[in-house]
């Protein structure tokens, strides 16, 4: 098993070289450290500006991480396993406010509650737009349970909270901890919902020292400390996974599971989620119905053409993704073995770095060594590949696994070459998860910003882009059309990771 990927060199160069223009950005930390030296780095990690930053980024990790993942779970087992009347449709409007990008959460409250700010304002504004990336991993776990075991914890004489505490919150330590990664990655490389509030984190320095320097020694100092904020929880996560096994085999119970009785805090569980989602959902939107009214903000002339440069860029960024996304699929799935693990913990390092320093990285190594490459449509792209690569690969390594080795071997007797056999047979049935990748791929892209402001050619105008000008420039009116288009291109990617919630049904 562990030397299958020797049979295919090919391919295993193929992903070796891929990786290593992914690892590009990561090289890009390490030089700079090195460059720049450590008798310069030091004055400028260690001062209070930094501490500063990194006190503000550390407490947005510690209690927004928490918080997201209490709104997430509570969410999920409310609508999942207890009496909540309306329960189908309160399962919907609890992964709603992923379709809108967290700047224009952002944007909805400053324009609604200009004296915002701090980390209250950035605990706020970052736990409502990510509580759903905790929400919809553990609704699909939560659906997948063998109510079984919570028969039989209730026989034993637990009641429903220690039933919740000892049997399903155990079996949703994977969810919780993928997802709160996640959350913690996002709140680490997030900047534009957090500049419009005036929080400062790591993210909004780096781009206010690029922006006067040009990725001087101070910004990269400061790239320097996050890219390791970032390698740490990564490891803090792998460690404190576990081993435990989550598996079974067969589908388990047939029936649903019995569903608790909520009684008298029916009103206080329906009470709670109406705060949740106005905060999330009814603030922006109204603010954005608002400014919406002031005006004719669609009488821009831009409009017509950040739709399609967006669109554009987002079709190329979805599918280089999932080409180079489906080589270290493939090996993984169809060749496992260390050094196909290896490698694609080398793509997940470069992803897991905030979108800034991917920028950054890009930016520096374009300047230096391909000029000509410096603010092109290659580079935004190769920063859209980085940036997203996870979302097309986790689709593609379930589409692939569930594709059957054994039909490819049937059509490879009946004479058809083994390229043949993968083009007739496979891929009409991991075509699903190749469209899903790219969708997510492709609607993440959309709403991007960071990396389109220092990447993008000059006169590129896209969605988020045009957003941010018009936001920071207090015209919310102008802005208002971009925000409601991102948040339309948005719904469908909600739409499809809901609907895989749903397939996984008892």
């Known amino acids: 098993m562990a030397g299958r990927w020797l049979r295919s060199p090919l391919l295993v160069v193929v992903v070796v070289v891929l990786a290593a223009v992914m690892l590009l950005p990561v ?15 030091a004055p400028l990690v260690f001062r209070p500006k930094v501490g500063e930053l990194l006190v503000n980024t550390v407490l ?10 209490v709104l997430g779970v509570g969410g999920a087992w409310l609508v999942e396993r207890t009496t909540l009347p309306g329960r189908r449709i309160w399962a919907v409007l609890l992964a709603a406010p992923l379709a809108i990008p967290a700047f224009v959460s952002s944007y909805g409250w400053v324009s ?69 990664l996640v959350v913690a990655l996002h709140l680490l490389s997030e900047y534009g919902a957090f500049a419009l509030i005036r929080f400062d984190t790591f993210t909004t320095a780096i781009v206010v020292q690029y922006q006067s320097t040009f990725a001087g020694p101070a910004a990269s100092a400061l790239g320097i400390v996050l890219a390791g904020l970032c390698l740490l929880l990564l490891l803090g996560e792998s460690a404190t996974r576990g081993t435990a096994r989550y ?14 009785q909520l009684g008298w805090a029916t009103p206080l569980a329906m009470a709670g989620l109406v705060v949740v989602l106005f905060a999330a ?73 905030p979108a800034i320093i991917i920028a950054l990285g890009l930016v520096t190594i374009t300047i230096r060594i391909v000029p000509a490459l410096y603010q092109s449509v290659f580079t935004v792209v190769l920063a859209y590949v980085i940036i997203f690569l996870p979302r097309a690969l986790v689709s ?33 049935l991991i075509l699903p998860a190749l469209g899903a990748g790219a969708a997510l791929v492709g609607l993440g892209a959309a709403n991007e910003l960071t990396a389109t402001l220092l990447l993008a050619p000059s006169g590129t105008r896209t969605l988020a882009t045009q957003f941010w000008s018009a936001s920071t420039s207090v015209a919310y009116s102008d802005a208002a059309p971009y925000a409601l288009l991102l948040i339309a291109l948005s719904l469908p990617s909600v739409a499809i990771l809901f609907l895989q919630t749903r397939k996984r049904v008892r």
Request: glycine letters at 10%; charged letters at 10%; aromatic letters at 6%.
């Open 27 to 41: 090289g890009y930390v390490v030089a700079i450290g090195f460059q720049v030296g450590w008798p310069t780095l």
């Open 112 to 180: 609604a509650i200009p004296s915002i700010g701090g980390i209250g304002g950035g605990l706020l504004v970052a736990t409502l737009a990510y509580y759903p990336l905790v929400y919809l991993p553990a609704v699909t776990t939560i659906r997948r349970l063998d109510p079984a075991l919570e028969e039989s914890a209730r026989s034993l004489g637990l009641g429903s909270w220690r039933v919740f505490a000892r049997v399903v919150l155990p079996q949703l330590r994977l969810a919780v901890w993928g997802g709160g």
């Open 281 to 353: 959902l009814g603030v922006p939107i109204a603010s954005l119905v608002r400014w919406l009214s002031v005006g004719d903000p669609w009488a821009q002339r831009e409009l017509h053409t950040a739709i399609l440069q967006t669109a554009g860029l987002a079709v190329i960024g979805a599918i280089v993704t999932v080409l180079v996304a489906l080589p270290i699929a493939w090996l993984t799935i169809r060749h496992p073995g260390r050094l196909p693990r290896l490698l694609e913990s080398a793509y997940y390092l470069a992803s897991s770095l």
């Open 247 to 260: 598996s079974r085999v067969g589908s388990g119970a047939a029936r649903p599971a019995v569903l608790e």
């Open 60 to 69: 947005l990790v510690v209690l927004g991480v928490p918080v997201t993942v």
């Open 396 to 428: 593609l390594r379930t589409g692939i696994a569930q594709a059957p080795v054994a039909l490819e071997e049937a059509a490879r007797s009946l004479g058809h070459s083994p390229l043949a056999a993968r083009a007739r047979v496979t891929l009409p």
